[in-house]
């Protein structure tokens, strides 16, 4: 898939390396070699290696968060420039986002920590460009470790740190606005790593600056049309109260009703007011239980949740029409307005509203 190659499913969660991932390898290696021979390429293919395997821990701690919380993960997938977990979604409430975003830089730090516990902190003034042995390639995984901490927590959205910066700004502020700032100082800072590694012949970092912008600016994108499906009102949403049906009214009256509208779930008025709902799959059991004669008001469902007008609709308010699966009344003072019915044309534009789904992390280059 996408030219990567599975190597491992550690917690039922497939970790895949993209097909380009060996030229890095055979990079740092060619590269070591010519500067100081066979023994430095090894030295440093396995540093490359061992930092990756670290970049797969780290994503395996987003991953267990998330699954923590919920979220099914596709796959972790190894890129030359990092690692990134696909999930079914973000998790949507701020504090669960903020535990996944910290949960991949809080295991660099553990392994960092436990490094240093066991090493002491190596003397940088003596560390050598290439690890010729196990202690100087443990130094190296050390300073690795802490460098993909700092890294990914600075506030470049997708980056960990900008998903902090956004469910931070999340809790005072509205999903899409919050997103919307840390979008705009994720690409400030793709910006500024883009000029940077120009300026110093790194390679690495102006192709993080792109993904980064990509990125950002599709989760954007993406915060905004959510808060847009939200934001509206169920009075602009609903459909009109009528036609309806009455409580005196035989069963064998709603066919023609649904013929004639092409609509499957009607209220039912009584003197204008809403007494009950008669969805479809109600009606067909009715119908076998009572008879077509027997009067709507006898089968139709009393309990049902009704949605002021004018209020935002909510998240409550979509996740109650999945799940119920028939009309919700709308009401203004008190009388009902109008209904809103489960429709699968939005419950289509759901998964495109919901595209950020990736934890991107960039590994320090
Ligand atoms: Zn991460």
Do not use: K
Request: aromatic share 6%.
């Amino acid at each position: 898939m996408n030219g990567s190659v599975r190597i491992a499913r550690p917690f039922g969660i497939e970790v895949r390396v993209h097909a380009t991932f060996p030229l890095l390898l055979l990079w740092v290696a060619v590269h070591a070699a010519r500067a100081a021979g066979a023994q430095a390429a090894l030295g440093s293919a396995a540093f490359v290696l061992g930092l990756f395997a670290c970049v797969v821990l780290h994503e395996l701690g987003h991953s267990r968060v998330a699954m923590a919380f919920g979220v099914p993960v596709r796959r972790i997938t190894l890129y030359p420039i990092g690692g990134m977990a696909a999930m079914a979604r973000i998790p949507r409430r701020p504090r669960e986002e903020l535990l996944m975003a910290l949960a991949g830089p809080a295991v660099n730090a553990v392994i960092a920590a436990a490094l240093w516990a066991a090493r002491g902190w190596p003397d940088l003034a003596r560390l050598e460009p290439f690890p010729a042995s196990a202690g100087a390639l443990l130094d190296m995984l050390l300073l690795g470790n802490v460098l993909l901490v700092a890294f990914n927590l600075l506030p470049a959205f997708p980056m960990d740190g900008g998903r902090v910066l956004r469910s931070l700004l999340a809790q005072v502020q509205p999903y899409g606005t919050a997103t919307a700032y840390a979008a705009a100082v994720g690409q400030l800072m793709a910006v500024a790593f883009g000029v940077l590694g120009l300026r110093h012949g790194n390679p690495f970092l102006p192709v993080m600056a792109v993904v980064l912008v990509l990125v950002a600016r599709r989760e954007a994108a993406a915060a905004r049309q959510r808060e847009w499906i939200e934001r509206r009102r169920p009075a602009e949403r609903m459909r009109p109260l009528r036609p309806a049906l009455a409580p005196e009214e035989p069963l064998s009256r709603c066919p023609a009703l649904w013929q004639a509208t092409g609509r499957a779930d009607f209220p039912v008025l009584f003197e204008d007011r809403v007494v009950g709902l008669m969805p479809r799959e109600r009606w067909q059991r009715a119908l076998r239980r009572l008879g077509p004669e027997a009067p709507v008001g006898e089968a139709m469902e009393r309990r049902f949740y009704a949605v002021p007008a004018d209020e935002e609709c909510t998240e409550q308010v979509a996740a109650l029409l999945a799940a119920h699966q028939i009309p919700i009344p709308v009401v203004r003072d008190g009388q009902a307005v109008g209904v809103l019915i489960p429709d699968e044309r939005e419950d289509a534009a759901r998964p495109v509203a919901a595209t950020g789904r990736w934890t991107l992390d960039l590994g320090p280059a």
